[in-house]
């Protein structure tokens, strides 16, 4: 089953009030060299890893549980990267040793080495995979499997939310430095686990890949001044002087991406323009986990940023710049974050919330929509904003706050000072 | 012919002539409609009605003053010979299109200067961006230049740098700090950082040891800083010179995109010029942002801040007389002059200026692309600016050694001058001067 | 005959001129923002009055830009010439009462003497700019059949206004050349390079905006 966005798994979803572990500070480093922007805690809170440098040379993942004293240290390795939680409490990052990189997921390394190794990802399904090159050749792995083809470069690998499916953009074909002929002849496309697709792009870009892993599409140049979507394998029929990265419906039933038509730019649905409006920049279109609702980034006049609800633009401007829409897992309200007048910006359906907070990360949203929280920064502390109000916390690390399925409760994980020490504290809040 | 045309005609690139092969004229002409109906600012008529061909610009280019005043080198005789060609001529033949890319793409180093010393403010750099836009959707690009908006494509940086490459050498450059710096690290995704500090490729690719500094001055000043482990971590952008601005739209918004990801309050941006101008004024207003949607502060002013809150000391300024180039995108462009000389005066012992300066310097005759169009255009790039020779041989002459600039196109444009005239000089970055001198 | 011209070109043709040129430059400007907020809304935007007045002040006053002091013979002449074409029209005794008897209200009026040196100072500086266009290498190279006729055209109306003024032999067909060149020019305000009288404010203004308000520089 699907886990919806900011929502938490539910096995663990039992406790109440808080629990807390202590993290010494190490007697020989500074305390403000601690490295807690490396911290990562696990999705049901209990654990936190911080990968800490035991000298010069060497580093170790160092992960606290709720409820014991000590925390275990992995073996040393040479670098750690891309830690990040997977499953409900356990990790996964890249690792260097003097053999080379490898993945660990689950505890467990993968058995491959490789000369390098990047861009690990993780699905809500519990599936890791990371971009790897070895020999000059570049193979993305799944679960520790190597992609059936290696090629002359990969990007962008991204993962089926719940399926196995994996895709990247893929260079199948050397480009010597100076050759423009092999460059216009399409030496890119899109690539997955099976193998490339048939065309060759002369460019490709954001790879994006349906939740069950079926559908796939990419944003492509076809020629050095058309571009277009390819979808599975196959070109919209149209092109356009430039596009940007598709959506693909949760259904899987059709592929959105904003195009840019001679009098601006515009929402186009399988190859047909969609929306009936022109803006001067519209991007980043995301869709309701129910599908029935699709949101954009629009800019209706030079300078001035607003969101496109069906599109149908909001009244909230801004002058900065607005992210990537997050809608709630029922699709009924919709946030994202900005800037204006050089401020942070939190919009929840419409409504601005700002002037509270120095920095904002993507607001979550309960199971019903009917509360909405946000990881926010004053100062140089965290805290959590919810409905409208900062709660008096100051946390000097903290991971997104999630609220639990039945919608009874938030939960936030962070850490703060005490006295010499640090202290990781997972925290119930229930709410009205 | 005159001579300028005839060393146009001896040019041979084979950017321009694969081009030129799929020459059709009704594709061309319709070309120019659409980029004069729907692309041009209705500022081009005002720049072309109200021109009075007084000839007062050509003494503000580099190219026409060290062309013995050859008027074909003048900005309005370069609009007149690229421009008005394609704008007002009848027939328009494979040749004129050449002619046009040639002027366009290697006789201006869309530097401004002119622009100042036209009394009506006519905006020669847009006009001539206007013939590159033209010649690019043509396909008639010269190879080199065309070769890195190629690679800005395919990897998003200017130099085919693949992404484990970009890591690995940050990780090799962490290394080799640490033997001077134990607690040294590069942070790489610091999300939440205070400031993303980008480059451009050839750092990673030929100039290491830039990354290094950078890193050293970061720790000692303090900084919580990062640099981006995915694409979005170069700021420089050839597409905006070739004409290419779809690309460049889509290179800017990576770039800010990672940024804005990463969380960070600003952006500090390594010593280069046109990657300012391509994050400052150009790629920023393409995508719909008025400014940069995160603030851009290019290294002058990074430098110049830390210095001046003594967040690094120097331990003992440069004996080494230096004088100071102004980088045009940062000069003309954001007006870093005066910072940029506190910045050498906290650092060196001894300063010169050359003549003019400031607002009115010279161009180093590489930038607004041109040094990117490779060896067939590198003999004109040269010869098209024996004045800055001689600015710095009057400069060598009271006393300079070191000739400070804080952009890589600067670097690379002074160094072919230096090496053509036989200037005994040294170039450095300003991050060399306070690395050299800082206390560490 | 020529007493009817006369008075065409001072009634009817005069304010034909002039409506031309009002219409013409209305109408040039209108497209402008038209157009400039269509295509160019960056023009709207950054276009400020402060960094144009500013760019626009240090341009035309003489020697105060780099340009200026760079090309005295150039600034001087420049200089000499735009005050006499701008004030003349209006301030010389004769135009005066021209104006007068249109009804338009009465305007100081220069002394005769001012008005003489005046136009054979701007006459001296079209010779100059004449020069310039024909001995000039780099602004022959760039000067069009057009730029002359310009140039000529203004030569003409100098001239003639010169020699119907100190009545020389033939001063009447002078006194209709001057008017008919007087008009002609006024009416070819909007349609020609004189467009630079009103575009001047657009085109440096934006510059000195650019300069002065997004990249924080002088321009000039």
């Known amino acids: ?24 500070c190490p007697v020989d480093a500074p305390s403000e060299r601690f490295p807690f922007w490396k911290a990562t805690a696990s999705r049901d809170g209990t654990r936190i890893a911080i990968p800490i440098q035991s000298s010069p040379e060497e ?23 891309d830690l990040q939680p997977i499953a409900d409490q356990d990790f996964s990052f890249l690792c260097q040793t003097d053999e080379g990189w490898t993945a660990v997921a689950r505890n467990v390394p993968w058995e491959f080495q490789a000369e390098f190794a990047w861009n690990l990802r993780v699905s809500a399904g519990g599936n890791a995979a990371c971009e790897t090159q070895d020999d000059r050749r570049y193979t993305p792995m799944v679960n520790g499997n190597v992609w059936s083809e290696s090629y002359e470069n990969t990007y962008g690998l991204t993962l089926a939310a719940t399926g196995p499916g994996s895709a990247a953009v893929v260079q199948t074909t050397p480009i010597a430095e100076g050759d423009l002929t092999t460059f216009l002849s399409g030496c890119f496309t899109l690539g997955t686990e099976k193998g490339p697709w048939s065309g060759r792009y002369m460019g490709a870009f954001t790879p994006v890949i349906s939740s069950d892993g079926t559908v796939a599409a990419v944003d492509a140049r076809i020629t050095q001044q058309d571009y277009t979507i390819a979808v599975n394998d196959q070109c919209w029929p149209t092109t356009w002087p430039s596009v ?189 | 012919m005159n001579e300028a045309d005839q060393r146009i005609e001896a ?70 010979e690229s421009l008005l060609p394609l704008l007002r001529g009848k027939k328009i033949t494979p040749e004129t299109l050449k002619k046009a890319a040639i002027i366009s793409y290697t006789h201006c180093n869309l530097c401004r200067r002119c622009t100042m010393y036209c009394p009506l403010g006519v905006d020669i750099a847009y006009l001539i961006s206007l013939v590159r836009r033209i010649c690019y959707l043509c396909g008639v690009v010269p ?77 000692k000043a303090g900084i919580n800083w990062t640099f981006p482990g995915t694409r979005g971590w170069d700021n420089s952008d050839m597409c905006m010179y070739t004409g290419d601005y779809e690309m460049m739209g889509r290179l800017k918004k990576a770039h800010f995109e990672t940024a804005m990801r990463l969380k ?52 003992k300024k440069l004996a080494t007389p230096v004088t100071f180039h102004d980088p045009c995108n940062i000069v003309r462009g954001r007006g870093l002059h005066e910072m940029a000389r506190e910045v050498v005066g906290i650092c060196c012992d001894t300063f010169i200026e050359m003549e003019p300066n400031r607002e009115h310097n010279y161009c180093c005759g590489a930038g607004g692309g041109v040094i990117n169009c490779g060896p067939p255009f590198k003999n004109e790039r040269v010869l098209g600016n024996r004045v800055k020779a001689e600015q710095l041989l009057a400069a060598k002459a009271k006393g300079a050694e070191i000739v400070v600039t804080p952009c890589h196109n600067c670097h690379g444009g002074l160094e072919d001058i230096i090496h053509h005239y036989g200037i005994d000089m040294e170039i450095k970055f300003l991050s060399d001067i306070i690395y050299e001198t800082m206390e560490i | 005959m020529s007493h009817t011209l006369y008075a065409f070109m001072t009634g009817i043709g005069f304010q034909l001129a002039l409506m031309i040129c009002f219409c013409g430059t209305v109408l040039k400007l209108l497209l402008f923002f038209k157009r400039v907020a269509r295509k160019d809304r960056a023009f709207l935007t950054f276009f400020s009055f402060k960094y144009a007045g500013r760019s626009l002040l240090c341009h035309l006053v003489p020697f105060i830009s780099r340009t200026s002091r760079i090309h005295p013979e150039m600034t001087t002449a420049t200089a000499i010439f735009h005050g006499a074409v701008l004030s003349l029209p209006l301030f010389y005794s004769a135009h005066g009462v021209l104006l007068a008897d249109s009804g338009l209200p009465r305007l100081p009026r220069f002394p005769e003497p001012l008005s003489d040196i005046l136009a054979l100072a701007a006459l001296g500086a079209l010779l100059f700019f004449l020069g ?78 650019e300069f002065g308000g997004v990249r924080m520089a002088k321009d000039w």
Not at chain 1, 254 to 282: F, H, I, M, N
């Open chain 2, 143 to 219: 190879l080199y230049i065309q070769d890195t908006a190629n690679s800005h494509s395919a990897t998003f940086n200017q130099m085919w740098i693949k992404n484990d490459e970009w890591l690995d050498c940050l990780y090799w450059q962490e290394e080799e700090a640490r033997e001077e710096l134990p607690e040294l690290t590069i942070p790489i995704e610091r999300e939440g950082a205070d400031v993303m500090y980008s480059v451009i490729g050839p750092e990673p690719k030929f100039r290491a040891q830039l990354i290094y500094q950078a890193a050293v001055i970061m720790e």
């Open chain 3, 132 to 209: 310039r266009r024909l001995f000039l290498r780099t602004v022959r190279y760039i000067s069009t059949p057009g730029d002359h006729l310009l140039l000529f055209s203004l030569i003409a109306l100098f001239a003639s206004g010169l020699w119907a003024r100190f009545q020389m032999p033939g001063f009447p067909e002078a006194t209709l050349i001057h008017l008919m060149a007087g008009n002609l020019l006024i009416a070819s305000i909007p349609f020609t390079r004189l467009s630079h009288i009103f575009y001047v404010l657009l085109t440096r203004g934006y510059a000195g905006s």
């Open chain 1, 1 to 24: 089953m699907p886990i919806a966005q900011g929502t938490s798994p539910i096995i663990w979803d039992t406790s109440s009030g808080s629990m807390s572990c202590m993290i010494p």
């Open chain 1, 59 to 81: 580093c170790q993942l160092c992960t606290w549980t709720l409820g014991e004293p000590e925390p275990t240290r992995s073996e040393p390795v040479l670098t750690i990267a």
């Open chain 2, 11 to 80: 040019i041979h690139d084979e950017g321009l002539e694969s081009g030129l092969a799929q020459f059709d004229e009704d594709r061309v002409k319709k070309i120019i409609k659409k980029v004069i109906e729907e692309e041009a600012s209705p500022r081009l008529d005002a720049y072309l009605s109200s021109c009075v061909h007084c000839g007062l610009c050509s003494d503000s280019c580099h190219y026409y003053l060290s062309r013995d005043k050859d008027p074909a080198y003048s900005p309005a005789g370069k609009v007149k």
């Open chain 2, 264 to 315: 960070v309050d600003r952006i500090v941006m390594g010593e280069c010029g046109h990657a300012f101008r391509s994050v400052f004024d150009t790629g920023n207003r393409y995508l719909g942002w008025k400014t940069p949607p995160i603030p851009v502060v290019h290294a002058v002013e990074f430098y110049h801040e830390i210095l001046t809150q003594e967040r690094i000391t120097i331990k």
């Open chain 1, 244 to 432: 940007w990265a598709p959506v693909i419906h949760p259904q899987g039933t059709s592929v959105w991406a904003p195009v840019k038509e001679s009098r601006g730019w515009t929402l186009a649905c399988d190859g047909e323009v969609a929306w009936p409006g022109r803006y001067t920049q519209l991007w980043e279109p995301v869709f309701a986990p129910n599908g029935r609702r699709i949101a954009a980034v629009a800019s209706p006049e030079f300078g001035q940023w607003t969101l496109a609800l069906d599109g149908d633009l909001m009244k909230t401007r801004v002058d900065g710049y607005l992210r990537k829409p997050i809608f709630s897992p029922c699709g009924s309200r919709v946030g994202c974050t900005g800037m204006h007048k050089g401020k942070a910006v939190l919009l929840i359906d419409d409504h601005p919330m700002g002037d509270l907070f120095d920095k904002v990360w993507d607001p979550v949203f309960s199971q019903y929509g009917s509360h909405a929280a946000a990881k926010i920064k004053r100062g140089p502390w965290y805290t959590v904003f919810l409905d409208g109000m900062a709660i008096e916390r100051r946390f000097i690390w903290m991971r997104n706050p999630a609220f639990t399925p039945d919608g009874m409760h938030l939960i936030i994980c962070g850490i703060e000072k005490s006295g010499a020490h640090y202290h990781y504290t997972r925290e119930f809040i229930a709410l009205k």
